[in-house]
């Protein structure tokens, strides 16, 4: 996410429309017994960190449209499914998709983030989700707009625990007056669960209802 965010500020993506999440894996949840009586579950444990990510980049979003849905193969527990479409205007699509119970060959399961810009495109596979906990490897791709090469960039480190690490590293920062910005405040973790929490909201009261009769 560092790397990404370093090739955006350099200019590499031109001007940013478009980011999208999107996760279809086979997630173990039988791993945390405590979620079997868990009211809710996906967006709560799970898309919360996608939520922040694009927060991350865009700031709060004006509304949020959102689903979320169980899954017949584990009926034991809550929604496992969920679409989330963040709202920053008519030139900005923010959009996050999961689908936890993909449990068929691994080479058709995904995990990533992809920036879409004007002039380039990132896309970053989250190794960490995929054959979970064992995990598959990190990378990033990067492709420039007139080319057909896909570059791929170097990282260091993985989500465990340099992500950790980070939020520890700014806080230190913070503390000892090197930064003025805090990205892990608590204001900022509240405007996130504000963001859940509408999500939750939306796929509750529903999307708008078609004049369709019944079959």
């Known amino acids: ?16 429309h478009d980011i999208e999440i999107r996760v279809s894996t086979h997630t173990p949840w039988d791993l945390w017994t405590f979620l079997r009586s868990a009211p809710r579950l996906e967006i709560l444990y799970h898309s919360i960190h996608y939520v922040d990510l694009i927060r991350s980049w865009l700031g709060n979003p004006s509304r949020v449209y959102a689903k979320t849905v169980r899954n017949p193969r584990t009926p034991d ?4 499914k969920s679409i989330l479409v963040l709202d920053y205007g008519e030139w900005m699509r ?3 998709a999961t689908n936890h119970g993909l449990d068929f060959a691994p080479e058709l399961q995904h995990s990533y ?3 879409e810009g004007t002039e380039g495109l990132l896309r970053a596979q989250m190794g960490v989700n995929l054959d979970y906990p064992a995990g598959k490897p990190d990378f990033l791709l990067y492709a ?5 090469i896909t570059e791929s960039i170097p990282l260091e480190g993985n989500w465990f625990p ?5 939020s520890m590293n700014s806080l230190q ?8 910005e805090l990205p892990t405040s608590v204001e ?19 999307g708008e209802p078609l004049p369709f009769e019944s079959a």
């Open 144 to 148: 420039q707009r007139g080319t057909r």
């Open 173 to 180: 920062a913070f503390v000892m007056g090197a930064t003025r």
């Open 77 to 80: 527990l809550a929604a496992t």
């Open 94 to 96: 923010a959009v996050i």
């Open 188 to 206: 900022n973790a509240i405007d996130t669960m504000r963001t859940v929490e509408a999500a939750y909201l939306s796929s509750e009261r529903g």
């Open 1 to 16: 996410m560092l790397a990404a965010c370093a090739l955006y500020q350099r200019g590499a993506l031109g001007t940013l």
């Open 113 to 115: 983030v992809q920036w």
């Open 162 to 166: 340099d992500a950790f690490l980070g």
